[in-house]
């Protein structure tokens, strides 16, 4: 069966410009998670979701960071008004159920920002 | 607080040595999960392995062992006979089932190098 796919798979903005990633979780699968991955770094959890909400926030790095989740399917993670710091790979994942269950990641989006 | 150590940030071997890779764990819950990924060179984290508080049981996969003890909160990852497909980032990652339920916390990572 498919995987969590994930586009693009690059993305190269300026800085200032805001971008979209997406995230597109295993069929049937309700919980789906954001990291982030610096380069040489571990992973940086950002939010997740069970269904289409999003209990908890508390990794988004700032409130230029948003992300949404419609259908109980497809994710959007947005960063506005991006920054250099902001240049990492963002990984996204998906769970049966829940963080006690496996998860399945997808192959990240690239993101640098010059 | 929920926390991962992995205290090795790279380790190097010659093909066929066998390698332990360490992880220790913080956690007040008394229900949680314990998992380890590999992340090859190419980029995408691949499931290992999941493991439940109340398994303690150790577990043999062809080459791969993990030695789960709560006495030391550690779970540890042993290739035996490496080999260079077995270079990649490994990380251990903990889900407390209660206090932050829905988050993971993943390690830092070792990397690991087999050596031909």
């Known amino acids: 069966g498919a995987g969590v796919s994930q586009s693009p798979s690059n993305k190269v903005t300026e800085k200032g410009k805001d971008v979209e990633l997406r995230c597109d979780p295993i069929s049937g699968h309700t919980a789906l998670y954001w990291y982030r991955q610096s380069l040489g770094q571990g992973l940086e959890f950002l939010i997740y979701?069970?269904?289409?909400?999003?209990?908890?926030k508390s990794g988004l790095p700032s409130d230029r960071f948003s992300a949404e989740r419609t259908g109980g399917s497809v994710s959007t993670l947005t960063i506005q008004r991006t920054q250099q710091e902001d240049s990492a790979v963002y990984l996204c994942?998906?769970?049966?159920?829940?963080?006690?269950?496996?998860?399945?990641f997808g192959p990240g989006t690239r993101l640098t920002v010059l | 607080a929920q926390k991962v150590t992995q205290a090795q940030t790279e380790i190097s071997v010659v093909e066929k040595e066998d390698v332990t890779l360490d992880c220790v764990y913080e956690t007040r819950d008394t229900t949680y999960y314990l998992f380890w990924y590999k992340q090859p060179p190419s980029g995408e984290l691949v499931f290992l392995i999941r493991r439940n508080s109340f398994d303690e049981q150790n577990e043999i996969s062809g080459r791969y062992s993990w030695n789960f003890q709560k006495s030391t909160s550690s779970f540890n990852f042993t290739i035996t006979a490496s080999q260079v497909v077995d270079s990649a980032v490994y990380f251990c990652a903990l889900s407390e089932a209660w206090t932050n339920a829905g988050k993971s916390t993943f390690g830092d990572g070792t990397t690991l190098t087999v050596k031909p």
């Open positions: 994942a998906s769970s049966l159920t829940g963080s006690r269950d496996t998860q399945y």
């Open positions: 979701f069970q269904g289409n909400s999003a209990p908890d």
